[in-house]
């Protein structure tokens, strides 16, 4: 992803709000854009992960044990978890409508975090907003 009209995309997404014009380049060449079709699973609960993903457009639903427990759109992020952790996903992420996304594989995450400590910190207000809310999941 590359391009003044990506780096114009991304620092419309509160995630990388705080970035200024140079380190938003250097994302928009550091993430890749991925396009899932409608019904396409992202992330498989329990088996397939390892990569952070940003929705840029379209819908996706997290499923835990065959439930939906949220919705995530534009400007929302899926993936960290088991990114940083190595561990698989807890949830399938389905696309539920065309899903596009930046993508970061795993293992660069915790470098572009530690990079980006702006966007660390909204990611982390971000988690810290789905903990307050997950009693809502059960």
């Not at 995630?15 to 890749?32: K, Q």
């Not at 988690?127 to 809310?133: G, H, K, N």
Request: glycine letters at 10%; hydrophobic letters at 45%; one cysteine or more.
């Amino acid at each position: 992803m590359a391009g003044s009209a990506a780096v114009e995309r991304l620092a419309q997404l509160a995630l990388f709000a705080d970035l200024r014009w140079p380190e938003l380049e250097a994302v928009a060449h550091t993430f890749e854009e991925e396009v899932f079709g409608e019904g396409q699973r992202v992330l498989r609960q329990g088996i397939s992960g390892g990569a952070f993903y940003v929705v840029l457009e379209g819908e996706a639903a997290v499923v835990i044990d065959g439930h939906e427990r949220a919705r995530l759109g534009r400007g929302e992020f899926f993936g960290e978890i088991s990114a940083l952790t190595g561990g698989v996903p807890v949830a399938d992420v389905r696309a539920e409508t065309l899903l596009r996304c930046l993508s970061l594989p795993g293992p660069q995450l915790e470098a572009f975090l530690l990079d980006h400590p702006a966007v660390m910190l909204r990611m982390l207000q971000a988690e810290s907003r789905r903990l307050r809310d997950s009693n809502r999941w059960q």
